[in-house]
Structure formats: structure tokens, C-alpha cells
């Protein structure tokens, strides 16, 4: 009986372990090890929580809460960097303080902003800029101010001309979020409770964000816009869905269809018009996209999830849909690259968590949808966000890779040995064959 060709090949080789044996007939990598520098890298990221909203004190005062001192970052930011480079990331969410930065019109303070971003360009970690996050400074007032969009555009250009050397942004965080808690639920900034304040809150941050991709596009025409926006949405269990909950479920997209100049429902339409989005304002945003590569970056807590029960009770609805299945929405909706921008848990195993957010990735991928990146966050615990930052209470949120001490938490270990698994697969499945790049050919890969 003939010789198998393998048979031969052995033979020849002397065993195992030789091109065409480990990768299939082909060279390559699979996929496996630290995250590397190359532009293809799939963007593995953590995030420096940097929340600064206003609220309301129980004596009605108004008073900051700022997340990066509040979580000791002013005082431990260049360990927080090191942290970042010693897990093996090289992709940082990271928001500049907008509220101590920006003084006043063409009044800046680089100070701090400098040192963290010389450290940061120093270790080679690549920061999503964030600009705005859940707050304004104390000059501006709050999200009902029409002129905050020229403000903030004006101070967007100020980052990107001095620091060149930047090109992933995220203009403004979570618009959704961040006009919903400040003018539909009252709970920062202008603490408003009325839906013409949601929708001029609405028109203010999704023209701030237009008009400051203008503006770093100015100086970086290849500028990448992560936008990150909670993954929402609300299950109600009646027999007759209320009018109420269905406009609610199409709310949670106004946000990107403005961003993005995609048309609304007619019933969204006739609700934002009823609250003062004017036709010429409407027509304004939907003449196009802003400028730069455009990412739908999706944050996903199972508190995103919503249940009503028949007696109107809400409940958590963790893991109903998930991130794979509303996100799947969102991009079929849009057609854009996605990226996990959030996620982490306040109880439970958060190693288990990781990984599951990390299926719901896989999943995507192989569906054929651009999953571009995975975000846990954030890189250190957090305070108060179980109760929305309404009430300076000072409970530590134990959501971080490290806690407050700066010390691994077990999903640290977790993310590490994600890492080491699938650090180097890239952007697109197969992307290196469509640009031009000395890279190592990974054509096994398939993650």
C-alpha cells in the first residue's frame, strides 16, 4: 500500500514541529501573547474613571463630584500608568479634568494634564481621550447652555494642538446617559426632571460633540471617534406594552441618530418636536456625519437592563439580552465599527463577568460584526456609582482591577491571562491583507 504524503514529510523533517504542521500548511501566528504596538492590534483597553458631574447636597448647596480625586488619581496618576503598562494593555480610556482645564473662554491650565499625558506618551500607552464626562466646568452652568457647543469646540481644538500626538478621542462620554441623569431623572448638573430639558440637553451635547470632532479633525484628519454610549434597554412584562416603554426603547438611540444623521421614528420625531428641537436644527444634523474614522463604541452593565413586572415594579435584567444581542441593534442600526468601550460588576465573580463579556465579543466577531476593542472598566475601584453619584456617601465600588490601595483584585489575574490568550489577534480577522504592513502574515486567525 502506498505511503501517506505525511508519512514522507515526517520522514523528511524528522517529527512534528515544522512549517505546515503547527499553522496548517501555512506561517502565521495564532493570535496568542502580550498585546503588541502595531496599528492592527486588536485595542485592548482599562480606563481611569473620571466622572464629574454636580449635584445637589441635602443642605442645597451644589458640589463636585470628581471621580479622579475622589478615587486618588491626582495624587497616585503615575502609578495608575504603570499599572496599565505592567497588566500588558496598551489602550487607555483616560478623560482630561474638563472642569479644571478649561478656566474660561481661551483660558486653560495644562498643568496636570501635561504631566499625565508626557507619562503616558513615555510608556507607550495610547490614550481614547475623553473630553467631557458627565459634567461642565462651573462657568459654563450646565447641558441647557446653547453656547456650549462653541465652548466646548473651542477647547477640543485646544487638546489636539497641544497634543499632536493623539488620535483616538471620545468628544463626549455617554451623551444618552449624561442628558437623561442631568434633565429627565434630576440628578446632576441642572438636576431637571422635564422632557423639554431632556431634549435641550439633548440638541447641546450631540452639537458639543459634532462641532469638537470638527475641530480635532482640524489637526488630525485621521482622528479616530470612539463613541461611547450605554447599551440599553427596558423588558416589559404586560400583556399591553405601554406607549410610554416603547418611546423609551427608541429614546436610548436619539443620541447616535443626531450624532450619526440617521432618520427618528415618527413618534420620536413628533416627541422631540413637541420639546424644542426645531425643523431647521433637525435638518442641521442630519446634512451628514462629522468627520474622522467613526467607532459605536457600546457600554454594557447587566444594570443597563431593564424588567417592569405586570405591578410596575423595575428590576435588574442582567444578562437578559446581553451585549451581544443589544449591541447587535445598535450596529444594525448604524453599520459601524464597534467597540466593548465599559463594563464590570459591583457583586458577584467579576473574573466570570470578564469572560463572558469576552464570549459576547468572540461571538460578535464571528458573526461578522467589527468588534474593534474591549474595555474593562475601570483600572481602579470606583466610589458611590451604586447610587448613581447622587449622594457623596464614599462606598467603595469594588469594580476595578485594582482597589483603592492600588492592589490587584482577582479580575486583574483574569484579564492578564485574557491577554496572554488573545493579545495579538487582530482589528479585523484577516485585516493585514488589506493594508499595506510588514507585519507577519496571520491568516490562521480567525478570533
Known amino acids: 500500500m502506498p505511503k501517506s504524503f505525511l508519512d514522507i514529510i515526517k520522514k523528511s523533517h524528522g517529527g512534528g514541529d515544522y512549517a505546515g504542521d503547527q499553522h496548517g500548511g ?4 495564532d493570535g496568542s501573547g502580550l498585546p503588541a504596538s502595531y496599528a492592527g492590534n486588536f485595542l485592548f483597553a482599562t480606563g481611569i474613571e473620571c466622572s464629574y458631574p454636580t449635584i445637589k447636597a441635602k443642605n442645597g448647596r451644589t458640589i463636585r463630584r470628581d471621580l479622579l480625586e475622589e478615587c486618588g488619581h491626582y495624587e497616585h496618576w503615575k502609578t495608575d500608568l504603570a499599572l496599565v503598562k505592567e497588566l500588558g494593555l496598551r489602550v487607555l480610556r483616560y478623560g482630561l479634568p474638563l472642569h479644571l482645564t478649561h478656566l474660561g473662554p481661551g483660558k486653560y491650565d495644562w498643568d496636570f ?3 499625565v499625558m508626557a507619562e503616558m506618551r513615555r510608556l507607550d500607552i495610547t490614550p481614547i481621550l475623553d473630553l467631557m464626562h458627565f459634567g461642565v466646568p462651573d462657568w459654563l452652568g450646565d447641558f441647557q447652555n446653547p453656547e456650549l457647543p462653541l465652548h466646548f469646540a473651542a477647547y477640543a481644538e485646544a487638546v489636539a494642538q497641544r497634543y499632536p500626538w493623539v488620535r483616538y478621542y471620545t ?3 455617554e451623551i444618552y446617559v449624561t442628558v437623561r441623569s442631568s434633565a429627565k431623572d434630576g440628578v446632576w448638573n441642572e438636576c431637571l426632571k422635564t422632557d423639554r430639558a431632556f431634549v435641550i440637553a439633548m440638541k447641546n451635547c450631540v452639537a458639543a460633540s459634532i462641532l469638537a470632532t470638527h475641530s480635532i479633525a482640524k489637526h488630525r484628519p485621521d482622528c479616530v471617534i470612539v463613541q461611547s454610549e450605554s447599551a440599553e434597554y427596558t423588558h416589559e412584562l404586560r400583556a399591553t406594552p405601554s406607549d410610554e416603554v416603547k418611546l ?11 450624532l450619526y444623521a440617521h432618520p427618528f421614528d415618527s413618534d420620536v420625531c413628533f416627541y422631540l418636536m413637541d420639546n424644542g428641537l426645531t425643523r431647521e436644527e433637525y435638518n442641521w444634523f442630519m446634512a451628514g ?3 474622522g474614522y467613526q467607532i459605536m463604541g457600546n457600554d454594557y452593565y447587566g444594570r443597563n437592563e431593564h424588567i417592569i413586572l405586570p405591578d410596575g415594579t423595575m428590576c435588574e435584567g442582567e444578562d437578559v439580552l446581553g451585549w451581544y444581542q443589544i449591541t447587535k441593534a445598535y450596529y444594525e442600526r448604524y453599520k459601524k465599527p464597534v467597540m466593548h468601550t465599559e463594563t464590570n460588576v459591583f457583586d458577584g465573580d467579576a473574573s466570570i463577568w470578564l469572560w463572558k463579556q469576552w464570549i459576547n465579543v468572540l461571538k460578535m466577531r464571528c458573526d461578522g460584526v467589527p468588534v474593534l476593542g474591549f474595555t474593562w472598566y475601570s483600572l481602579i475601584d470606583q466610589v458611590d456609582w451604586d447610587v448613581q453619584l447622587a449622594e457623596k456617601r464614599g ?4 469594580c476595578g482591577l485594582f482597589d483603592l490601595n492600588r492592589k490587584p483584585r482577582p479580575v486583574a489575574k483574569a484579564y492578564r491571562q485574557l491577554l496572554e490568550e488573545f493579545g495579538q489577534i487582530t482589528i479585523v480577522p484577516h485585516g493585514e491583507v ?3 504592513t510588514d507585519q507577519p502574515a496571520r491568516l490562521k486567525v480567525e478570533i
Open 395 to 398: 462606598g467603595v465600588n469594588p
Open 26 to 29: 501555512g506561517s502565521g501566528l
Open 434 to 436: 488589506f493594508e499595506v
Open 171 to 173: 468628544p463626549v462620554n
Open 289 to 291: 456625519e462629522p468627520p
Open 113 to 115: 494634564a501635561d504631566r
Open 248 to 258: 423609551e426603547n427608541k429614546l436610548r438611540f436619539v443620541s447616535l441618530d443626531l
